[in-house]
Every structure is written in C-alpha cells, then in structure tokens.
C-alpha cells in the first residue's frame, strides 16, 4: 500500500512540473514581448556606440527589410508611416515627432541615430521620445537602416 501511494505522490508531482512548464511555455508565447523578426546577422556589433559610430551591419537591404515592420510597431504611431512626424499619435504629444526624412536627420551620423532610439530623446530635462528598451542593439540598428530608406521615397 505504501508504494502505491508513493508512486501516486510521484505521479503528481511529475504532472505538476509538466503543468508549471506548460504554463510558462504558453506564457512567454503569448506574451506581450513581439518575437524578434530580424533576418540573422553575422556581424559582429560594436559593445559601444558614439555618436560617430557606423552602422555595423553588412546587409543592409535585409537589415531594411527586418527593420520595416520593426519601426512599424515601435515608431510609426509618433512618426508616420512615411516619417514624416505625422503619426497618429503625433497630434496629441507635447512636442511633434521630429521628420525622418528631413536633411538634419538624413545628415546625422548613424551613431546618434541609433544613441537616440535607444536611449530616447530629451530637451530642456523632459522626455520627447522615450527610449526602445524593448529592442535589442541589432534591432535598433535595423530601425535606422529602415528609417535611412524613408528619405529615399
């Protein structure tokens, strides 16, 4: 009697840590994080970035493609689809999202390109543009070499 009751705590046990690993598996994928859609890289990017700094990535037509829908759900919404700082949400912001495609952005290196998506955009100590956390250094790199291709249409 004694094993079979073991055996019964152990089975429970098992089917308790499938279900807690189930759970957590359905959890990260629905969760609210967007899966990475960047095509892989083999470049190797720089630990630190300046302002100076070039884009590190030697594909940039797919770095452009991975960037499209990338800038689609974390910039169009401020900046427009085209980039033209006549997104949606533009309107109701306290100072309008800059043009991408002006000639002070298409002129700017893409160091600071990258340092501004990355760590957001501040004017006299408020925040104008908040800082994509939620994507990784590559990913940003692929949002300015996306946003290099507006000033192109």
């Known amino acids: 009697m004694t094993f079979f009751y073991l055996n ?16 957590s598996l359905a959890t990260i994928a ?6 990475s859609t960047s ?3 083999q470049d190797v990017l720089p630990v630190e970035v300046t302002e ?3 884009n590190p990535l030697s594909d ?27 997104g949606t949400a533009g309107d109701s912001l306290g100072a309008k999202p ?13 160091g600071k390109m990258f340092l501004a998506i ?11 543009m908040p800082p994509a956390r939620r994507l990784s250094d590559e990913q940003v790199w692929q949002v300015v070499t996306y946003m290099r291709t507006l000033a192109e249409k």
Request: net charge positive.
């Open 8 to 23: 019964r705590i152990l089975l429970g046990r098992c089917l308790g840590v499938l279900l807690i690993g189930a759970v």
């Open 118 to 128: 990355k760590n957001g955009v501040k004017t006299e100590g408020k925040i104008i």
């Open 60 to 86: 940039l037509v797919a770095a452009a493609a991975a960037g499209k829908p990338l800038y689609a759900s974390n910039c169009a919404l401020c900046h427009g689809d085209s980039g033209k700082g006549d």
């Open 39 to 41: 095509a892989p890289v």
């Open 98 to 110: 800059t043009d991408l495609t002006s000639s002070k952005v298409v002129a700017a290196p893409d």
């Open 30 to 35: 629905c969760s609210d994080k967007s899966p």
């Open 52 to 54: 100076t700094t070039k």
